[in-house]
């Protein structure tokens, strides 16, 4: 190789090396702003398991695994939304509160939960998303007021089937911040409790976990007022 080829072999690499590295923290912000922005709707795997999805009934299917305008490009349907037939229901447009790095970056995570969902699940696992940017409120409302109840008291739906021990009463609940998150993690059979209390780890990441317990918190302060 001549030395000017062997040159230009040595810059096209570091090009390569460069653009690997920008891809990976491309894939790691996107993932963060997918859960801070996209979530609520299209679910903490992106399977269409959002709050939003399963409290409205009869809401358009959210999975991002199967395209539903497959001629428009992800990043235009991120930029400029996309109102779903027949409902009516959008994807809202994300121009003025993202900026354009942003929008390129939640487009291209959006990619790799089509391509490659065992990354995509991965990165999702590992954001480092502020708990505050998260709804604990609305994950609270889809996830467990059926069974503890709209104010926590325990006494939702599912009350009149669940007994011995019924749902707990959360605005009574003596536990820690860390042992809320625990047990919501982990589900009650693990913990030696109640099978009933189910496991959420697997639905919900981190960020979730930690502003749902936050919002249980919440529901103590109102108790107690
Ligand atoms: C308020 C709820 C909501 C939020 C928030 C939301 N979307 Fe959507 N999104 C929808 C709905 C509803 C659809 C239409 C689904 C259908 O028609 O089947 C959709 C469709 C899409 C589609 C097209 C789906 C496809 O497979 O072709 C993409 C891409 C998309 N959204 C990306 C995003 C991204 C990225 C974010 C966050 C930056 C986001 N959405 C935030 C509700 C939402
Ligand atoms: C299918 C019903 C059901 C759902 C849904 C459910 N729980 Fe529970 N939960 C229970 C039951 C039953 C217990 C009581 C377990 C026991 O006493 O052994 C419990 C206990 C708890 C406790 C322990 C309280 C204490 O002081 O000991 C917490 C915290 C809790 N649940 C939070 C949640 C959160 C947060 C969600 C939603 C993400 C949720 N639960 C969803 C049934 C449910």
Redo the contacts with the bound molecule.
Sequence with gaps: MTVVGRLLAIALLSQLFTCAVADEQDVRSGAR??LE??????GSKGL?E?P??LLIRD????????????N?S?QK??ES?????P?G????P?QHE?VAAE?SA??A??DII?SDFEQAQRELASANVAPDRIDGRKIYRARCESCHGTTGQGDGRMSRVIVNPPPSDLTRSVLSHEESIEIISAGGAKLGRSPRMPPWGQELVYAELISVATYLATLRAAEAD
């Design positions: 702003i997918y922005r996209c979530a609520l709707c299209h269409g959002g939003m999805a809401y358009p299917d959210t999975s991002l695994k199967n395209e539903v305008a497959p428009r992800i349907i991120v939304g996309l109102i779903s037939q409902s229901v959008s994807s809202p994300w993202l929008i939640v487009s995570f959006v089509r």
